[in-house]
């Protein structure tokens, strides 16, 4: 399975999470490009600031996402995204678009709830509330993929639901 997580902020960054088996990561930062996930998953971290070309090293990385996933239906199995309604998300927005929306997670905090509840093409991917930024949420997911080897819900809840800021210890 091929996971990507998009985020224009640091995936974590100074954080500590716990996954839904209780396991505890400490993470100061994640680095960009793909990690290996057991014997046959992978997951493509791309971070950036105000756009996914703000960088040689995202600007090369985003471009051959962009041009395999319009060419290659199945070169991703899913994109868990960070997103808001600014133009730091435009360019993540109409990449994902190009997918199946049940191959979707959008994560956006709760003052961007009526925009993406108006996206009516994004409404059938999944949608996960977090809180502002989306650095917890986003880390969590990536741990348990890793962990799990599978998309999951890092918490049970409706896609209304605000999530709390912080994470239980």
């Not at 994109?79 to 109409?94: F, G, M, N, P």
């Amino acid at each position: 399975m091929r996971i990507v997580f998009l985020t224009y902020n640091e995936l974590g960054g100074n954080q500590t999470v716990t996954d839904r088996y209780e396991h505890r990561f400490e993470c100061s930062w994640i680095p960009n490009g793909w990690t290996r996930v057991g014997k046959a998953g992978q997951a493509l971290v791309l971070q950036y600031k105000r756009s996914p070309t703000d960088s040689k090293e995202t600007t090369a990385m985003w471009q051959e996402l962009v041009t395999k996933i319009i060419t290659e239906d199945d070169y991703v199995d899913h994109v868990i995204a960070y997103v808001c309604r600014d133009e730091r998300s435009r360019d993540t927005l109409a990449l994902v678009r190009h997918l199946e929306p049940s191959r979707v997670t959008l994560v956006y905090c709760p003052c961007n709830r009526e925009y993406f509840a108006e996206q009516v093409d994004l409404a059938e991917a999944r949608h996960i509330i977090s809180e502002c930024g989306g650095c917890v949420t986003m880390l969590s997911l990536f741990a348990n993929y890793l962990v799990a080897g599978e998309v999951v819900n890092v918490r049970k809840q409706e896609p209304e639901a605000t999530l709390p800021a912080e994470q239980p210890h």
